[in-house]
């Protein structure tokens, strides 16, 4: 039997166009409508001296959407561990999970920008080792309750840590993906992953996930997550969620590509074109009508491989209203009806 998609939300936190009181507030009210929704989780970035994310800190955001929701799973996507030390993560870790009632999720990174890591004071060149390193740190705290590590970057001596996760030993784990050969850690591991780009790139990495799972414990074990980001906008004709995505697009872009323009410098990376009909062509994203974007989901999950659609309906300057709107119709038109399938 095919196993059911489940949906997720993504969210840069980017700089709009309102007050940051103002847009935090709106955030807030759209974790509502996703909690109500019955989206699987709500992943949030972290990001640093740029307009690309205003949730520096997202352990802060997160404790409040936390509060404001009762089913909605929540993490981190990622805390880029290079810039912080590990043991405040993980009782950061321990607080969050605590607060939610067990619905916290994690993602752990390097930090994909050198330039918001080198503000940080930490040498981009060093930032994949520190990375390595404090996850093994956080890892060893929240499984054993103690601490002894010895490494390039990071030294303990029989760290007593008293903290607990509410799901033990710790929550679910979550990994950026954009090379196949990085899914065979992942499923070794039992690690949730998501991926951005093309289909047909995503798929290889799906299909070598699933390859690398059933090796490892057949086909009896169902699967973790394997989920794909996309921009999601649906209104109630074509031409009007066009409009509103090609018009977001443009200033989220702006925020994405920020600190390599100010560095005369472009990311390798980041393979995002310039037009949100580009976009749409590559496969990187949807605007349209809530049928419209019902037959995309299935045809998408088919082409990628993947049992989880991570959704980014709010971006750019889209107001409140426009993504809520976007939420309650894909609520209603792929959510409800049960009928989608990887």
Aim: charged share 20%.
């Amino acid at each position: 039997m095919p196993q059911a998609l489940q949906f997720g939300i993504f969210d840069h936190l980017d700089r709009g166009t309102q007050s940051l009181g103002d847009q935090y507030r709106d955030r807030l009210a759209l974790t509502r409508a996703y909690d109500e929704a019955g989206f699987h989780a709500y992943h949030l970035a972290e990001h640093h001296f740029t307009p690309l994310g205003i949730a520096p800190s997202p352990s802060v955001f997160l404790s409040a959407v936390a509060q404001h929701t009762q089913r909605l799973r929540l993490g981190a996507l990622v805390y880029t561990l290079s810039m912080h030390h590990p043991l405040r993560v993980a009782e950061e870790i321990c607080m969050l999970d605590q607060l939610s009632g067990g619905r916290l999720e994690l993602g752990f990174g390097r930090g994909v920008s050198p330039y918001e890591v080198g503000y940080y004071g930490v040498d981009p060149e060093q930032a994949q080792s520190m990375y390595h390193e404090s996850y093994q740190v956080i890892m060893q705290a929240l499984r054993h309750g103690h601490v002894d590590f010895t490494g390039q970057h990071f030294t303990f001596r029989d760290v007593p840590f008293v903290m607990e996760c509410a799901q033990a030993p710790c929550p679910p784990l979550w990994y950026g993906v954009g090379r196949p050969e990085g899914a065979d850690w992942a499923a070794s591991n039992a690690v949730n992953i998501v991926c951005n780009g093309p289909p047909d790139r995503v798929r290889q990495v799906t299909d070598r996930y699933r390859d690398q799972w059933q090796h490892l414990n057949g086909l009896a074990e169902p699967l973790p997550l394997m989920g794909v980001n996309r921009h999601v906008v649906i209104a109630p004709t074509e031409a009007e969620a066009l409009a509103a995505a090609r018009r977001a697009y443009v200033l989220w872009r702006e925020r994405l590509f920020s600190l390599w323009v100010k560095h005369n410098d472009s990311p390798a990376t980041l393979a995002f074109p310039e037009t949100f009909d580009e976009a749409q062509e590559l496969g990187l994203g949807i605007a349209s009508t809530a049928e419209g974007v019902r037959q995309w989901v299935e045809d998408h999950a088919q082409r990628t491989g993947i049992n989880y659609l991570v959704c980014r309906f709010a971006f750019g300057d889209l107001t409140r209203d426009e993504s809520l709107e976007s939420v309650r119709q894909f609520q209603q038109a792929v959510m409800c009806p049960s009928n989608v399938h990887a």
